[in-house]
């Protein structure tokens, strides 16, 4: 979420590096209406907030009471009741939606591994439901966790007959509450979920291919976050005319819409939690095509939902380099309006991310990656984002202004203060009108982001700005291709072991109907943790008083040091052809300023200077080769060259054309120390080396790699 106001705890005084006071949109005032088509279209309707805009003063800071035995089928259908946490500054009341707190349950099935999704009701204490919830059926020995969202500033958990030590809640450390966010069991939930992946029981789907032709974004893309990621939830109530609320399920609407045709009531209204969480699911997937993982609504039979764990779930196994992680700046992990690893740790156990340290939540690395990933991205998808609705209209006039104004406020001084940490101007300008409502922006790439990055191709796979959103197979084994701009330095590296695990077993996933020419197969992942046996155990139990939470379980990562903030990169990109370039390299070309310098590469640390030469992965030669005209890095497998040749040659026997007359000489003789100075020879394959100029290799239409290299995309459907 990118706008709210943080208490005088987490938020410090005006200098470099604070965060300044963010406001409503009067819109979350404002209830919209609904129908019943709406609701079942999974279209959703949001409400955000804006730097810019003013609201009536409310209260921000209200307190949930968690019901007993929170974790059971009795506690998830009880309604969680919301109070003002000093009354004095007056009421607070979950039909105004700048007040609204939400609740989001998932439940991981033992004996089937799989996950399913409950939403309880959140009402105002002493009120009564519009509708009763639904009392889910819940599995025996069943994991189940809560998360919580917030419209105001900070939500305090207040426990009921020591609920919230039954439910292992996290409200923050002690004296510092996280503001918007907090959660229950989470930890467990996750230790069982990455089991149940690791066993093959839950299958994670792998991220589809947008319509930019990019991959589809996760949580953790640096072209999606924000300066507080992972926040919030993507829960929905319904609010009836008379302000009770009830669960957005299909029943409900439909029992609610007629009772209002029966009466001279207002229309029922949606309730909606302002997520990153939902701006990626309904939003951005709407506008680029792709599809969130979703799962059984146990509240609506038949529905399937999205939910922040599978949202951080999906991240967790596919999100390519860089991986954003939350990090020491987030104003919801200050404490004393300053950074602190143990809350930042906290707060990362809620959504499955590894503990923090300085390296890997240095919060100077995520603005690099922030500033060198989002803006080339949000250029090369405005014609998909311009002519969408904005997810606040008093914020923006489009999702791309909606995007441009929320990068702004992230960057600069009343964010995370980028601008200052890397001394470096914003590139996104933003016009407003009257009214602080953005209308228009401007992107400027030069001297950032991939401008100038080389497309790279793998054993035939293209993949664009030389930055792996999933590995690709090279040499027998899993590796990654990043391009770090500032070293100008294209860097291929085995991947950690999650990803060789997560690619070790290939499922077919079937496409769309629409899009089944973009359908490849899909490589399921297996992601076993380092100890699942120590992951599984149950957290220490919080205190009933919310501000006792201090000593809460941190839940290491399999593999802390593969998921540390990564080097800038290029944002990540699916399989494309070897001429498309990047967007910020159209876009410096087009300003006529595009100019291919040769990088260098380095394989596994060992720099290949310009590129140009020979290096050594998993035991194996690599050739690698740089093409100026371009702007190609080629980096073929010395095995893969020789079946490529061989393939080539029994091709043009029993076509009667045979090239070379000369036989070829033996895989293991088939390198030429010298990069063929006639492109046309590598072409004719007179030469068994590849040629300067990568273009002139033969495409390996039948190579099995090329397949793995594309690591599962599929086309999806809008949701």
């Known amino acids: 979420m990118q706008t709210l106001k943080r208490s005088e705890q987490n938020a410090p005084a005006q200098k470099p590096g604070a965060r300044g006071s963010k406001r409503f949109s009067p819109l979350m005032l404002v209830g919209i209406g609904i129908t019943l088509a709406v609701i079942l279209g999974a279209a959703g309707i949001f409400a955000y907030k804006n730097v810019n805009s003013h609201a009536a003063a409310v209260n921000m800071d209200c307190t949930l009471i968690v019901p007993a035995d929170p974790l059971t089928a009795k506690g998830l259908a ?69 998360w919580f969202g917030f419209n105001g500033n900070n939500l305090t958990l207040q426990g009921t007959n020591n ?44 991220l589809g291919m947008g319509k930019d032709g990019l991959t589809c974004p996760t949580v953790r893309d640096f072209s999606v976050v924000d300066m507080d990621q992972s926040d919030n939830v993507t ?89 954003a992680l939350v990090p020491l700046g987030d104003p919801m992990t200050l404490n004393n309006a300053k950074p602190n690893l143990a809350k930042t740790t906290l707060y990362r156990t809620g959504v499955d991310q590894p503990a923090a340290n300085n390296v890997n939540a240095n919060t100077v690395t995520y603005c690099t990656n922030l500033l060198n990933v989002q ?61 602080g409502v953005a209308t228009a922006a401007t992107i400027n790439l030069n001297g950032i ?82 100890d699942p046996a120590a992951q599984a ?61 040769a990088p260098n590469c380095a394989v596994n640390g060992k720099v290949i200077n310009g590129c140009m030469g020979f290096g050594s992965f998993n035991g194996r030669t690599l050739i690698v080769t740089f093409s100026k005209a371009n702007n190609q890095v080629t980096i073929t497998s010395l095995n893969f060259l020789g079946r490529n040749n061989q393939a080539q040659q029994n091709a043009n026997a029993g076509q009667g054309q045979n090239v070379n007359p000369t036989p070829a000489p033996a895989a293991a003789q088939n390198v030429n120390p010298t990069p063929a100075a006639d492109p046309n020879a590598a072409g004719q394959n007179a030469n068994p080396t590849p040629a300067a100029d990568p273009n002139a290799n033969p495409a390996p239409a039948q190579n099995a790699n090329a397949g793995q290299g594309q690591h599962g995309r599929h086309g999806k459907q809008k949701p």
């Not at 923006?396 to 200052?420: D, H, I, K």
């Not at 957290?539 to 080097?567: G, L, N, Y």
């Not at 990109?573 to 990047?582: G, T």
Request: aromatic content about 4%; overall charge neutral; proline content about 9%.
């Open 235 to 323: 829960t929905a109530y319904v609010i009836s005319g008379n302000g009770q609320v009830a669960q957005a399920n299909a029943a409900n609407i439909a029992a609610l819409q007629k009772n209002n045709n029966m009466a001279a009531v207002q229309t029922p209204q949606m309730q909606t939690n302002a997520s990153d969480n939902r701006l990626l699911s309904v939003a951005l997937d709407g506008a680029l095509g792709c599809t969130a993982w979703q799962a059984p609504d146990l509240a609506d039979p038949g529905k399937m939902v999205n939910a922040l764990p599978l949202d951080e779930m999906q991240a967790a196994r596919f999100q390519g380099a860089p991986v």
């Open 163 to 206: 609920s919230l030590a039954q439910g292992n809640c996290v409200n923050g450390q002690q004296g510092s509450i996280f503001g918007q966010f907090s959660y229950c069991n989470a930890a467990a939930f996750f230790a069982s979920a990455n089991l149940n992946i690791a066993n093959g029981r839950l299958k994670v789907p792998p």
């Open 449 to 530: 982001g991939t401008a100038g990055a080389p497309n790279c191709r793998v054993n035939g796979v293209a993949v664009a700005g030389c930055a792996t959103n999933a590995p690709v197979k090279l040499n027998g084994i899993m590796a990654t291709i990043a391009f770090d701009q500032a070293a100008n330095q294209v860097n291929i590296t085995k991947a950690n072991a999650n990803q060789q695990a997560a690619n070790a077993v290939a499922q077919p996933v079937v496409a769309p109907a629409d899009q089944a020419a973009q359908a490849t197969v899909a490589a399921q992942p297996a992601v076993a943790p380092a």
């Open 78 to 146: 009880t309604p969680y009741q919301l109070v003002a946490t000093n009354p004095a500054n007056g009421a607070c009341n979950e039909a105004n939606k700048g007040q609204a707190a939400f609740v989001q349950g998932a439940v991981v099935n033992p004996a089937t591994g799989k996950v399913s999704i409950y939403n309880p009701l959140v009402i105002d204490q002493g009120a009564q439901p519009a509708i009763a919830p639904v009392v889910p059926t819940v599995p025996k020995n069943a994991i189940v966790a809560l």
């Open 375 to 435: 803006p080339a991205r949000m250029q090369k998808d405005m014609q998909l984002t311009m002519n969408r609705p904005s997810p606040d209209p008093a914020a923006a006039n489009s999702l791309f202004t909606f995007l441009a104004q929320r990068f702004v406020a992230t960057y600069e001084a009343n964010g995370l203060n980028c601008m200052a940490l890397l001394n470096k101007p914003d590139p996104i300008k933003v016009t407003t009108d009257g009214n």
């Open 537 to 597: 155990a149950q957290p220490t139990v919080a205190p009933a008083d919310p501000a006792a939470q201090a000593a809460q379980p941190t839940v290491a990562p399999a593999d802390p040091a593969a998921q540390a903030a990564q080097p800038a990169a290029a944002q990540p990109a699916a399989a494309q052809p070897a001429a498309a370039q990047p967007a910020a390299a159209q876009a410096a070309k087009a300003n006529g300023k595009q100019k291919a310098v």
